[in-house]
């Protein structure tokens, strides 16, 4: 006697009500998946990655762990479409994500944030580290050719680095408007490196009381070591 399926509202064996069920679930996922995925690249999309940074930065609020952001965009690259043409342009985007994509944890986001520009969501991310995960990302980009039909081409990237501790005011979109800053600063002191706030500049700009000040500057004292300016 055949086995009657417990979840089967026709309680019989094989159940195409079931198996139908399945099968939207599974056609409702795809399609989620596309809507916060960028086509080109494959990394998630400017809609997903302004959901997700705002979601990490309450988790931050929450929980005191620090999210890092870094905001990405490739130098000269209107000289490559220019140049070799918007297919090339379009590999040289490809490449880039995969190599940002290849520099990351499983728990961090890299997104494509438009044009040549992307961004990275780094949950649970101190300063120090978050400049280590960006000056990796920057020395993987600079050190890998795109190669094309015999022609091979370097690109560059410039980084800007934010951190969100939990005592900045402001939403997601004033945390990209400070990565972006620090990212055409990079731009203007000749491309191909990394900039993030003195520690300083950060904790003065937090409206925070003079201890909480104080106990920042001795959880980023370990990285007094690096350069705040360009990496």
Not at 134 to 163: C, H, K, Q, W
Not at 190 to 209: H, L, W
Request: aromatic share 6%; proline share 3%.
């Amino acid at each position: 006697m055949p086995q009657i399926s417990p979840s089967c509202p026709l309680q019989e064996a094989s159940c195409d009500i079931i198996t139908e069920l399945v099968g939207l679930r599974e056609q409702v996922s795809e399609l989620s998946e596309l809507v916060h995925t960028d086509t080109l690249t494959g990394l998630s999309n400017f809609r997903y990655f302004m959901q997700a940074l705002e979601q990490e930065m309450e988790r931050t609020r929450r929980t005191g762990h620090a999210t890092g952001l870094i905001m990405v965009d490739l130098d000269y690259f209107k000289k490559v479409n220019d140049e070799w043409g918007h297919d090339v342009g379009n590999k040289a985007l490809i490449l880039a994500s995969s190599l940002i994509k290849a520099s990351v944890r499983k728990m961090d986001a890299p997104c494509r944030y438009g044009g040549e520009e992307f961004a990275i969501i780094l949950p649970s991310t101190d300063r120090q580290h978050s400049i280590l995960v960006a000056e990796r990302a920057r020395e993987l980009i600079a050190s890998t050719p795109l190669e094309f039909d015999g022609n091979e081409i370097m690109l560059t990237a410039s980084f800007g680095v934010d951190i969100f501790t939990g005592v900045e005011r402001g939403c997601a979109e004033e945390m990209v408007k400070r990565a972006d800053g620090y990212l055409y600063k990079a731009k203007e002191s000749g491309r191909n490196r990394v900039c993030i706030a003195p520690v300083e500049e950060k904790i003065d700009n937090s409206s925070v009381n003079q201890d909480e000040k104080d106990a920042l500057f001795g959880l980023f004292g370990r990285a007094s070591n690096l350069s705040d300016s360009s990496y």
